[in-house]
């Protein structure tokens, strides 16, 4: 899904930063959530990942090494 493409569902709020295999993944801007990490798939609703950049940062797992030997 292209940025363009992402407007359709996503409000100006947000904005996207990247994809996963099944759906998109954005920041908020809002006030009462800014910096937050949300996951969508094009029409549902967004759901929470991480309350900051950081956090989401943090919580990411490096896998690499599980494939390494296939």
Do not use: H, P, W
């Not at 937050?36 to 797992?61: K, M, P, Q, R």
Request: hydrophobic share 30%.
């Amino acid at each position: 899904m292209s940025y363009k493409d992402s407007r359709d569902y996503l409000s100006e709020k947000y904005i996207n930063i990247g994809y996963t295999g099944t759906g998109n993944i954005c920041i908020s801007f809002q006030e009462q959530n800014y910096g937050a990490i949300y996951v969508y798939y094009s029409e549902t609703e967004l759901e929470l990942i991480a309350t900051s950049f950081t956090e989401f940062l943090n919580g990411l797992v490096d896998y690499s090494d599980d494939f390494e030997d296939q």
